[in-house]
């Protein structure tokens, strides 16, 4: 089992910037494929952003492309999602995820690890 835990959300003005954390622990000594959703009141679960085991390979939404950046420390078990430019619509729980694969994945059902997510809300 992995566990994951998020960080750094919280209420920010438009056009501010927020950096989430997600620090995995327990099994996690093989690799792991990570991605970043959210999803707001009354939505789907959508896709923000994905990252391959060695960082190599980024995906990201088309809604965030040119204002977020996803990265990786393996060494600290941790994925950051650095949101810059923050937009109402941005407004959503963000949700952390991993899953044993090497490669980049960008479906929610592709994950078998979930964090229990972190309220991002921007002000107008």
């Known amino acids: 089992q992995v566990q994951l835990v998020e960080s750094g959300g919280g209420l920010v003005q438009a056009g501010g910037s927020l950096r989430l954390s997600c620090v995995a622990s327990?099994?996690?000594?093989?690799?792991?494929?990570m991605g970043w959703f959210r999803q707001a009141p009354g939505k789907e679960r959508e896709i923000v952003s994905a990252?391959?085991?060695?960082?190599?390979?980024?995906s990201y939404a088309d809604s965030v492309k040119g204002r977020f950046a996803i990265s990786r420390d393996n060494a600290k078990r941790t994925v950051y999602l650095q949101m810059n430019s923050l937009k109402p619509e941005d407004t959503a729980v963000y949700y952390c995820?991993?899953?044993?694969?090497?490669?980049?994945?960008?479906?929610?059902?592709?994950?078998?690890?979930w964090g229990q997510g972190t309220q991002v809300t921007v002000s107008s």
């Open positions: 990252i391959n085991w060695s960082g190599g390979r980024t």
């Open positions: 327990g099994r996690t000594s093989g690799r792991y494929a």
């Open positions: 995820a991993a899953d044993p694969s090497e490669l980049l994945l960008i479906v929610p059902t592709s994950y078998d690890y």
